[in-house]
């Protein structure tokens, strides 16, 4: 009996040895989480149960379990590199066209493959959830997994919807001493101001704006041309007409007490479609000093290249194109686990979901439980080698222990099977 309490004893050594000895060939892999070796006492019972006389039967190995503690964040260069801050795990593809079998890791070493796709060294894509529209605030679908996938092609243009202006027109001149209004004709109009728009396929065009004093004191005619083409219809018969209050503040649009107007849809490019937009003129004043351009805006967009990718705390990845639009390309998927010491071990510093780990909780970083992502960063290895050197003197000394019982008992037998 002693010689196979002492042989459980060798085995469970050696196991705590091997284990040891992976945690610290893997001091330096990204993403790993140590292990350690869990043992249990034997004994031998009977239908009367354990007898309170019993020396056991020594120990066996019951579990090799990971510690998914936090390892420390190295900061790198590459915007694609991802570190978890906390709790949770990336979720992976099988492969580019499988997306289905999933494995989850903590590695975030991620590059671009020829086809553009973020995977890592396997080849294995990242997931994230898909957005609902073209902006971050148009959110995204939590469990509707897509691979990343950074395009490098031209970004899309955008054609001009609104345009946001603030004017100052002097209230000391006077009416033009030409009549009736022509663009062509500067001694008709008192003021004009321009500002490039875009169509739907990103062509530019010159969006102008024209003022005219009118004879009633605080008022003024305001007419809008792009390339030339009237976008109010009627030229001097139909004007927007802006009625500024004695302290010069813009008071009313057409008649209204909103700030803003619309033009008419004009087919300004045959191959694009047609132009309108709005125009917004909360701000504007009528004051006795020179006429002025305080702000204008417009939202339109030429085509565009990428030029980087941002990726937040969150997880939101953003493209950036060099005609200052950007687009959400999805949401770094994360999932957590009640037991995460329950999940399968597939190498690669990756995991699979397994009965006693339960199902994956989805989620996105930052909120509830899960941790937060850092771009341009990995989490290392949680190994400690101090403790870890120290294991193996433990180890070493249980080994060298047990393989001593075996003498001593080996000693014992021989002096027996001498009795004459």
């Not at 148009?138 to 950074?150: P, Y």
């Not at 949401?331 to 009965?355: C, H, I, Y």
């Amino acid at each position: 009996m002693a010689f196979n309490t002492a042989l459980s004893g060798l085995n469970a050594a050696s196991n705590m040895l091997s284990v040891t000895g992976n945690n610290i060939a893997n001091a330096n892999t990204t993403g790993f989480k140590k292990s350690r070796s869990e043992f249990a006492d034997v004994y031998a019972s009977s239908l009367g149960g354990v007898s309170s006389i019993t020396p056991g039967a020594g120990v066996r190995v019951t579990n090799v379990a990971q510690q998914f503690t936090q390892g420390n964040l190295d900061f790198t260069e590459n915007n694609l590199d991802l570190a978890i801050s906390g709790e949770g795990f990336f979720v992976l593809g099988d492969n580019i066209n499988n997306i289905n079998e999933r494995v989850y890791t903590r590695a975030g070493s991620f590059h671009m493959d020829r086809e553009g796709y973020v995977v890592n060294h396997l080849g294995q894509p990242l997931l994230v959830y898909a957005p609902n529209g073209e902006t971050v605030e148009e959110g995204f679908s939590t469990g509707v997994f897509q691979t990343l996938r950074l395009d490098s092609t031209q970004g899309l243009p955008k054609a001009t919807s609104s345009i946001d202006m603030s004017v100052n027109l002097d209230s000391r001149q006077t009416v033009p001493a030409t009549s009736p209004f022509n663009p062509d004709d500067p001694t008709s109009y008192t003021h004009a101001t321009s500002v490039t728009i875009y169509d739907s396929l990103g062509n530019t065009h010159v969006a102008t704006s024209y003022y005219v004093k009118g004879a009633t004191p605080n008022t003024w005619d305001m007419y809008v041309y792009v390339d030339g083409q009237d976008m109010l219809d009627g030229g001097a018969n139909n004007p927007t007409a802006l009625v500024f209050d004695p302290d010069g503040k813009l008071l009313t649009v057409n008649g209204g007490s909103a700030t803003t107007f619309t033009t008419q849809s004009k087919l300004i490019n045959p191959s694009a479609q047609p132009i309108a937009f709005t125009i917004d003129l909360a701000g504007s004043t009528q004051l006795g000093s020179a006429f002025s351009v305080n702000t204008l805006n417009q939202d339109g967009l030429t085509i565009g290249r990428l030029t980087g990718v941002d990726i937040d705390d969150t997880g939101v990845v953003l493209a950036r194109f060099s005609n200052g639009g950007s687009k959400p390309l999805g949401q770094v998927a994360m999932v957590r686990f009640q037991n995460p010491q329950g999940l399968s071990k597939l190498g690669d510093t990756t995991w699979a979901e397994s009965a006693n780990s339960g199902v994956p909780i989805n989620g996105v970083a930052g909120t509830s439980s899960f941790g937060t992502i850092k771009a341009g960063a990995l989490e290392g290895s949680n190994v400690d080698l101090a403790q870890q050197l120290v294991n193996l003197i433990i180890a070493q000394q249980a080994y060298q222990a047990n393989a001593q019982t075996i003498s001593t008992e080996n000693t014992i037998t021989q002096t027996l099977l001498n009795i004459r």
